[in-house]
């Protein structure tokens, strides 16, 4: 079974600060999702990657996939308050998503 | 439409009670699937259908528990004589699968709120 590990599982930053998070995949990655989570909520769709080398941006988030695609990151430029939260990802594994353990954001005014 | 929705947000029940959860897809989706998260975990696949039909069910989905998608429209999941080990955040998604010729493809899967299980 395809397994995702995330790193760091945990973040604190300044605000304004930069940040990354990686997604490293046991498999071959078919297609990658990043979710945000607020705590205790659902998830809030942000990208979806599906080829080698891909890179795609949303407002100050970027989310890339490498050439081998086995690893994932998101990249967040001048961080806000209202980046806080539990970043996901998650590998399209057949007819699902599996989901690596999140990532927690906490950003400091 | 405004997403995927789910029904109740929050359920506390007593141990060996049943309960229900109900999710209402985007209307045009034809997948449906769930979820269960547990604190500190990402979501951990349960089951999914194609319009009415269930076609998939994770071993993580024993025989307590049970969903039906009737209409191929919203989906209800119960879990009958309920655990403390059920207590969870249960997600709700839904996407479009598009038939490609021989192959197929997946759109983006959109989560609902979440039903948030305590079972005492």
């Known amino acids: 079974s395809q397994e995702l590990e995330q790193s760091p599982q945990s973040l604190i930053v300044q605000e304004g600060k930069n940040l990354t998070i990686n997604c490293t995949s046991s498999?071959?990655?078919?297609?990658l999702y990043w979710y945000k989570q607020k705590y205790g909520e659902g998830l809030i769709f942000l990208m979806m990657?599906?080829?080698?080398?891909e890179e795609k941006s949303h407002e100050k988030i970027t989310a890339k996939l490498d050439e081998k695609k086995q690893q994932s990151s998101l990249h967040i430029t001048a961080s806000q308050p209202s980046h806080a939260g539990i970043y996901l990802c998650?590998?399209?594994?057949?007819?699902?998503?599996?989901f690596g353990g999140g990532t927690r954001l906490m950003v400091k005014p | 439409d405004t997403g995927v929705s789910q029904d109740p947000r929050h359920k506390i029940t007593k141990r060996g009670q049943n309960v229900t959860f109900r999710c209402d897809p985007i209307?045009?989706?034809?997948?449906l699937y769930w979820y269960r998260q547990t604190l500190g975990q990402g979501p951990e696949f349960l089951t999914y259908?194609?319009?009415?039909?269930?076609?998939?069910k994770s071993r993580l989905l024993s025989d307590r528990f049970s969903a039906e998608r009737p209409k191929g429209s919203f989906s209800t999941l119960e879990i009958q004589r309920t655990e403390q080990g059920d207590s969870a955040m249960y997600l709700c998604?839904?996407?479009?699968?598009?038939?490609?010729?021989?192959?197929?493809?997946?759109?983006?899967?959109?989560f609902g709120p979440g039903t948030r299980l305590t079972v005492l």
């Open positions: 998604a839904s996407s479009r699968y598009l038939t490609l010729g021989t192959s197929g493809s997946i759109t983006e899967q959109f």
């Open positions: 498999k071959t990655l078919y297609g």
């Open positions: 990657l599906q080829k080698g080398g």
């Open positions: 998650g590998a399209a594994a057949g007819n699902m998503l599996t």
């Open positions: 209307s045009e989706h034809n997948r």
């Open positions: 259908f194609q319009n009415e039909a269930q076609l998939e």
